[in-house]
């Protein structure tokens, strides 16, 4: 089979990797389509997937084992992905906590990984990517123009999807080549472009909502808020919306 699977259309990336996955795919195996009928982004919301505008990436990983590292797969990707995405369109997105890149104040790349465990033991990992790449404004839903974007809106030109497809590879490979010896520069380089640390947050689980300051992110990707009661906490998880971030609550 070959390494990049590129399927014309199909309901979910990341659905047609865990086939191949259990089919005994090897690290590293890639499918692309150039739509999707039901692509899916976090906390089961879909994604939307336009024909041949956007990128619709996943990539198979197979861990060795279980370890804390893993925890911070979502974080290092993205990290991965903005610099795919400056390398192959001279474009510098900022991080929106934990994993959402983003463009003057607007989403245009999510990230959603998924695992597979057996009788304990880890068996694959999918990563999968989707990024706004030549949408119009039009191809959106209404519902979504405040709060979503894409790299031809916002800088006025199409821009290759190939090419960076080509450098999401590069980077998603060494990302895992790397990943046991390179954490503190992911870490670095995270910090530095994180577009939530410093601001008025509010932090959403489930029904509830409370006002924070996001203060930093810890060496486990964490998110460290202060409640307006001067309480503090780590965030390993859960949806915050930022001030001055469209969407925010």
Known sequence: MDRILHLDITDSTNEVLKKLA??????????????????????????????????????????????????????????????????????????????????????????????????????YVIIGIGINVNEEEKDFPEELRKIATSFSIEMGKTFSREKLIGEMVKELDQMSSGFLTQKETYLEEYRKFCITTGKEVCVISGESKRRAYALCVNEDYSLEVEYEDGNRESLNAGEVSVRGIEGYI
Not at 41 to 63: A, C, M, Q, T, W
Not at 78 to 94: D, F, L, N
Not at 99 to 122: P, S
């Open 22 to 123: 259990k089919d005994g795919a090897r690290e590293g195996q890639v499918v692309i389509a150039d739509e999707q009928l039901a692509g899916k982004g976090r906390r089961g919301r879909k994604f939307e997937s336009p024909k041949g505008k956007g990128i619709y990436f996943s990539y198979l990983l197979r861990p060795k084992k279980m370890t804390p590292e893993l925890s911070t797969l979502t974080a290092r990707t993205a990290v991965a992905i903005q610099r795919a995405i400056y390398k192959a369109c001279g474009i510098q997105t900022g991080i929106k906590w934990v994993n959402d890149l983003v463009l003057h104040q607007k989403k245009v790349c999510g990230i959603l990984t998924e695992m597979c465990m057996e009788a304990g033991e880890i068996r």
